[in-house]
């Protein structure tokens, strides 16, 4: 694109550099600007791209196909992404002292959670991970079991919801704040495997608090449980302004 920039042009009439078009003044000799072919072009084809970036073919008889590319492309970018967000071990944080700890082994900085009490807990803040208005989809963790466990007595991935009113005031803490069917376990066998749960919902950082806590089998002490990654998948409903 650029301004016209024929010898007739008015000069720096939007601002320094910025040329613009002039009715003339006959009487002051002042000729009007004349078009040239390739402004011309540039003109068309700025716009005909718009229109046809969104796979539409340019139609003659309809002068409304540039409002519909724009609006087009405005929903695509405000529209749900889904996006995957690895936590960093240290937004989580264990329920007691010596429940899981963190691991760096050598100096390769592959950081892993490593169980340090039987059945300890591991509880990920999702507030801290996740804005208000986002879908928040799913938790998931790749852990390695110490041991092969019966069910009851896995690694275990459970979401809580923590509702708080402040003019109530009322508020229904972790105790009770658990959603039912909202519990998933390792498979019993001592392989590297994905535990997770998949939640559906907007995320209300105003009016509740949101957490996954991950607990160790019920031997953990001893057979080390570890959480090699942990993940949060949710929908960004795109761009806002806080």
């Known amino acids: 694109m650029h301004r016209i920039d024929t010898d007739t042009r008015d000069i720096d009439e939007h601002g320094a550099g910025k040329d613009g078009f002039t009715e003339g003044d006959p009487g002051q000799g002042v000729a009007p600007t004349d078009f040239s072919a390739d402004w011309c072009d540039a003109v068309q084809e700025e716009i005909a791209n718009v229109i046809e970036s969104t796979g539409t073919a340019l139609d003659k008889n309809d002068n409304t196909q540039l409002q519909a590319a724009i609006e087009t492309r405005v929903d695509t970018y405000n529209g749900a992404r889904t996006r995957n967000v690895l936590v960093d071990p240290l937004v989580a944080r264990p329920v007691s002292a010596g429940d899981w700890t963190v691991q760096v082994p050598g100096s390769d900085y592959d950081f892993t959670w490593e169980s ?43 979401f809580y919801i923590a509702t708080v009113d402040f003019d109530g005031p009322t508020y229904v803490s972790l105790a009770t704040a658990e959603l039912p069917g909202s519990v998933s376990e390792d498979d019993g066998t001592t392989n590297e495997q994905v535990i997770g749960l998949v939640v559906d919902g907007p995320v209300d950082r105003e009016n509740e608090r949101l957490f996954a806590v991950i607990q160790a089998g019920a031997d953990a002490g001893t057979n080390k449980d570890q959480i090699l990654a942990l993940m949060v998948e949710f929908d960004d409903p795109g761009p806002r302004n806080h």
Request: charged share 15%.
């Open 116 to 158: 340090g009490a039987d059945g300890g807990r591991i509880v990920v803040p999702l507030n801290e991970i996740l804005r208000t208005g986002v879908g928040l989809n799913a938790v998931q963790a790749l852990v390695k079991p110490g041991a092969a466990r019966g069910a009851g007595n896995r690694v275990s991935i459970t």
